[in-house]
């Protein structure tokens, strides 16, 4: 059942059979109740599929600022 919440994405509501002693760990681990912990545990493996991707593109793209002049400390530029 999708579940349009307001100021939010779509809310998806999903039974879950998950290992009893796991979700105690890691809602100790949290400090939340199941909802917040299975959040937190997706967003945690979205964020490694993300690392992965970027990861994947490692040494396609050739970038022609110097490496030594970024590493110069300049004086910072005020925005008008």
Known sequence: MLVPMLG???MRKIT?????TLLKRVQ???????TETVRAALR???AARAQAEFQSLRGTFKFSIDLDDLR???PLRRKA
Not at 16 to 20: G, I, Q, T
Not at 28 to 34: F, I, K, L, P, S
């Open 28 to 34: 100790d681990y949290t400090g939340e109740g199941v």
């Open 8 to 10: 939010m994405e779509t």
């Open 72 to 74: 110069e400390d300049r």
């Open 16 to 20: 879950v059979e998950v290992p009893e």
């Open 44 to 46: 945690k493996l979205d």
